[in-house]
C-alpha cells in the first residue's frame, strides 16, 4: 500500500535512505536451490555506483551486499532472502546549503507538500540511493531468469541529442557509456565535456532487449508484460518516458506495416517488441527508456525557499553529468526482476495446462 | 494474480468477454455517499463504441450499464459496486475465417502459445471489448476525484504522422477525433480516407492533461503516481508507448532547460508534466500514449495456421481505420481510475499527518 | 483493501447486498478446462437456503446461478469466473419494525458506528445472504479439489448443548441438521422443539474433514494452512470460535500425549488435525467451529434506538431456530475455497523444486 | 504470496532464521512522527526469551533490536522501518541428533514433504525463534494503538488442566506465568515441575484483552476484525485454537442469553467479545487461544527417519516444559499488529464520511 513493493509471486520490498544505515530489500517468493554468494553482487553493484563515468565527480562507494538471511548452504531455501548494503560515504554537510529550499527538478517540493516535510540530507528515501538495492534484487532476479536462458541488457542509444547510428553490443561493455556505437560514442564524450564544462547536465535514451524469452509471459487485461514493465521503469526517478518496440514510431505506421508477419518459428519483423496483446511472443523483448539531465547542476537557478520567497540555488560538492550510466543497471534489474516475476507466474498458468490435461 | 485487477484503495476487477453474456467490472474501495444512476455512463459508454468515427463500420452496440450491486436510495453505501454490460451484437460468423490461424498483431499467437488455444470469436477475453468495464469504472472514478476538482481530458494529436499545430481544447467536442487543431482535423481526416481506401490503418498519439490535481498524490519508490500512470495506460492493448510532461523530449534537453523553476505558487515552466519524483506537484499532469494502426486490415497478410504452415490472412467483417476515437475515453477512464485510488491513498498520509500534530 | 476478496491465487470477490438487485462472486484465478453449468449449484445452494429445517419459518428462495463469464463451450477459459444470483424473495416489510434500533446481536450497532449509516433492510452488505456468493464460489473449488481427491464434509456435532456420542458420516444426508448420530439428532430437534416454543434460539458446533488433502500445503510463518482456515472460518458472521485437531483440548494433554508419533506412511494419531507447523501433514484435516445462537428471537429484548433512548424490540416475521444447516455449506465452501487456494499455491513451490532439480 | 507478509496498510514482512544471521522484520506504511529508539523493544523482546521460566532451562539470548531505517531525528518518516534481531547463541550441535528424522510435533515432517529438504538447525524458517521479528513489530504497533488508547493484555488462565478461579489482572507482572490467580499460580508452577520431572511438557490456555478499542475497527465480509485476528492468532506454530467473547460456550447459550443487551453507552454484557458482525463495538476484546504442550520433550518418542525406518527420538540440550511464557508477548505482538492495521484502514472510512459530507 505505501508503494515499497514490487511484483506478485517474486516480490521484492525494499527500505532504507541515503544518509541513514543503509539501503536493504528483501525478496520474498525466490525459488529454493539457487547458489548465491556475497560476490555475486559486486560486478552490478559497481556499475550503479556514481563517480565510475569519465566525466563523473569520483567518490567512494564501496556498495557491499550483506546477506542477512534466506540461504542455507549457500543456496536459496524458499524463504525471504534479505540483503542490506550500509551506508560509508554519508557527507551530510555538503547538503546543508539546500536545508530550506526546494532544489529545482527534485522531490524536494512534492515531499515537502506531500508529508510537511523532506529529508534535505540527500533526498532520504527518494534518492537514488535506493536503486542500490533494486540493482541487488536484480542479482537474484538474473539467476532465476538465466535457468531459462533469458539475458537482459541495457545500453546507450542517445545522449543529450547525439544518437547512435550503428548497434553492436559487443562493443558495450568497452566504454563507460555502454554506447553500442564507438564512433558516436566519442561524441556523446564530447557532448558530455561541453555540458560539464557550462555546468550543465545531458539525458539519454536507454535502450534494453531481453533476448530468449520463452512466449507466453504477461498476463491478460491489467498485468500485461508491457503494462508491469512501463511501470518498473517509470518507478525509476529520472525516467519520464517508455516504449516498446516501435513504440512513439508504431504511431505513424500503417497498420500494413507496423504488423509483423507470422512466420514458421515466428516473426518476420519486430515492432512488436517482443510483446503481443500483453504477452511475450518469444520475440526478442525491446524497450526504451528516456532519462531527463540530473536536475542538480552547478549553475544559478530560480526556486523557492519553504516560506515561498523567491531564491536561487547552485549545486554544490559532488554531482555528475549525466545519470545514463547510473540508471543502466537499474533498469537491467527492474526488467530482471518484472520477467522473474512473470516467468514464476507462468509457472502457474502452465501446472494449470497440465491440470486441464490429467 | 491473474492479473484482472488493479488499484489498491479504489479497485477494479473486470470479467467478461466478447461474444459471452456481457462484460462487468466490480469496483471495491469506492466511498459512500456517491450518487450513481444507470444514465451515468451513457455518454462514455457512447463515445467508446466502435463505429462511431466518420470512416468506421456503422454497428450498432449499446452498451447499457446495469448497476448489480453497491447502492442504496441512489447513492454508494461502501460495498462493492458491480457494473455489468450485456453483449448485443454477437455476430460470431465474422470470425470463422480465422478459426485456425493467427492473425498479425493480435493476441491470437500468444494466447496460443500462454493457454494451448485462443477465443477465435473476436478474442475473447484479450478483445478491446474488455475495456468497457474499465469505461464504466471510470465514471466512477471521475464522480471521485472530480469532489477534488480533478479534470481529465484527451485528445489526438497526431494522426498517420499528421500532427497538430494549435492546441484549442474548446474544439475537441466539435470532431470525432477529439483534435484540438480544426485545420489538422481535415488533414487528419484526409489521411483516414487514403488508409481507408488502401484496405490499411492508422495510428497516432493521444495526449493527457489532468487539471486541478493537487500536489502530493503518489507514493514513494515503486507506486509513483508516474508509474502507475505508465502501467494503467500501457495495460490497453493498442498503446506502445507513453511520455509525462517532456518525456522522450527531456532526453535532448539540457538541465537547465528541463528544470521547471520553482516560484512563489508553482513552476515558471511544466517540462515534469505534473509529477516530480513520482508525486504531482500541483501542475497540470501531462501524458502522451502511442496508439499503434489497427492490425484488422483489408488487405492480405502473410502468417501461419496452427500446424504452422504459411497461410495468408485478409480482415473480414467490421473494422475500424484508425482505434484513436475509441482509445480516447479508455484512456481517460484508466487515468481517472489511477487517479482516484491515488487520491484515496493520499488520505491515509493525510490522516498520518494529523494523528502527527496531534 | 476493503475486504470483499479473500484468497491469493483463488482468489474471490463478493459482491451485493439482501434487498438489492441480487449478490454475486468474481472468481479470479480459476484453472482452465474446468466443466461448469448452471445446474451443478443448485444442491449447494438449495442447502444454504433458509427454510429448509424442520423448525425453521419456511420460505421460498430460489437460488439460481448465473454465469456472466469465463466459460467457453461449457469450460472454465481461465477468465474471472463471474457468477450471479437475483434476488427474489425481498419482502422488505417485515423489518420496518427495526428501522430505528439495534437489533442486539445484529451489526447494526457497530455498522451505525462505522460508517453513520446501515441497511435496516435485513441487513444489507453484512446479512446472512452475501454467503450465497461464497456458497457458490465454492462450487467452483470443489471442483478443482475433487481434481486431488481431495473431499471435504461438514457435520453438526453439538447443537444447544446437546452432543453426537458417535460419529457415521454415511447418516448425515439423512436428516437436516447433518448429525453423524441419528440418536442424538432426535434429542437435538427435541432441543430446537423446546427452543422454539420459547422463541428462543440456538447455536452449536460444526465438524469440517478435509479428507485427500495432500501434505505440503500452506506456506510458512503467516500464510499457515490453519491461519488461513481459522480466517475463512471466522469470516462467517455466526461464527465465535474455531478449533483445529485437539484444539482447545490439546492445551489440557501432556506433550507426550499430544504429539502424533510419525508411522511409516503417516501418523499414529491425529491430534494435529492434519496440520503440523501450519501445512498439512496428508492426514484429514479436522477443525470445529462454535456456532453461536441465530440473533433475531421472538421475545423482547432490551437495546437503544438511533438517539440512545432505551427500547424494546422482538423480531417479527421469519426467522430460524438455529443457523447451523444453512451454517454447514458455507464452512464446507470456505474451506474448499482455501484449500483450492493452497493447493493452487502449492503449484509454485512444486515447480520451484522442478526448477531446482534442473 | 509467499505467506511471510501480514497486515493491509499496516504491513509487516518478516525475515531470517534460526541459526542464521539474524531475524528481522520490514514494517510498511507505519506513520510518520512516532517517536523509536532501540531500547523501546528491550522489555517485550526479553519477555519473549526462552528460559526466563522458573522451569526453564536457562540460556543466554540477548536480542537486541537494530533499527536499520525508516528515522530521521528519532522519529518514524513514513518510510520502511526495518528492523534486525542478530543471532548470537547459535549452538548447532544441539540438534545433530535430529538430522535425519523428523521429530514428532515439529513441521520437520510437513517440510520435509513440501519442500523435499528441511532446516534441521532448530527449524530454521519455521522455528519459534521468527517471533522475535513478530514482537518487535508489535512494539511499533503498539505505539501507534496507544495513540488511541488502546491497551493490549495477555495472561494464562490454564496449564496443563489448572484454570484460574479469580482474575485479577493487576498481578499478571507478578508472576512468569504472568497468571491473573495467584493461587492457582502456585497449582500451574506445580504442575509444571510435575511434568518437567516426567520430562514432560504442558500446553494452556491464554486469554487476551484489548482495552480502549473504539467502535468501527473491522471490515465487512472477510476481513472482518474476529477474521483477521483468527489469523493472527492461529499463525503462531503453537496455537491449536482460537474463541472471542462466549466463543465454544456461545454454542451452549440460548439467543436469549447470548445477546449483549444494548444500553445506552454500550452494552449490557459482553459475550461478543467486544466484536459484532465482525466489527468492533467500543467493548473490550477478548480471545483465548489453546496452546499446545511443546513437542520436545525428554522421553523417547516414535517416529520416522527420512528413509521411512521406525526409529526413537528424545530430545537432547535445551527445551522449556512450557511455551506459555513466550507465547504471551507474541499473542500481544500480533493482536496489536492487527488492531494497529485495522485502525489505520479505519482512517480510509472515516475520510470517505468526511468527503461524504463535504
Redesign the interface.
Known sequence: ??????G??F?I?????SH?????V?I??C????MVTSDDFDHEMSRRRPGTGAFDTPRKEEDDVE??????EGRS??????L?IKNKDARAKSYDYMKDL?R????D???Y?????Y?YRGA???SAR?TAARVAAGVIAGKIIS?ADMVVTAYTI?I??VGIKTKDLSVIMDNPLCCPDMQMYKEMQNALAA?KK?N??????IEVVAKGCP??L???????L??????????I?AV??????????????????????????GF?SN???G????????DDIILRA????????G?D????DKK???ISVRAEGRFDVTAIPRVIPVIEAMVRITLADHY??????????E????
Open positions: 500500500m505505501a508503494g515499497n513493493s514490487f506478485e509471486i516480490r520490498t525494499t527500505f532504507g535512505e541513514g544505515t543503509g539501503i536493504g528483501v520474498d517468493g525459488p529454493p536451490g539457487i546477506i542477512l538471511s534466506g540461504l542455507f531455501t524458499g524463504a525471504p532472502i534479505a542490506f526546494f529545482p527538478g527534485h522531490g517540493y512534492t515531499y507538500k506531500k508529508y510537511g516535510h529529508d532520504g528515501r527518494y535506493e535457468r542517445e543529450g541529442g555540458a557550462n550543465d547536465s545531458l539525458g539519454g535514451i512466449p507466453g504477461g498476463e491478460p487485461v491489467f498485468d500485461k508491457s503494462a508491469d514493465l512501463a511501470k518498473a521503469v517509470m518507478s526517478g519520464k518516458g517508455i516504449e516498446i518496440g516501435a513504440g512513439f514510431n508504431a504511431a505513424r505506421l500503417k497498420g500494413s506495416e507496423n504488423n509483423d508477419p507470422v512466420i514458421p518459428g518476420a515492432n512488436a517488441g510483446i503481443l496483446a500483453g504477452i511475450s511472443n518469444g528516456a532519462v531527463k539531465p540530473i536536475p542538480s547542476i549553475m537557478q530560480a526556486t523557492i515561498g520567497n523567491p514464476l507466474r507462468s509457472v502457474i498458468t502452465e501446472k494449470y495446462r491440470l486441464m490435461d490429467h
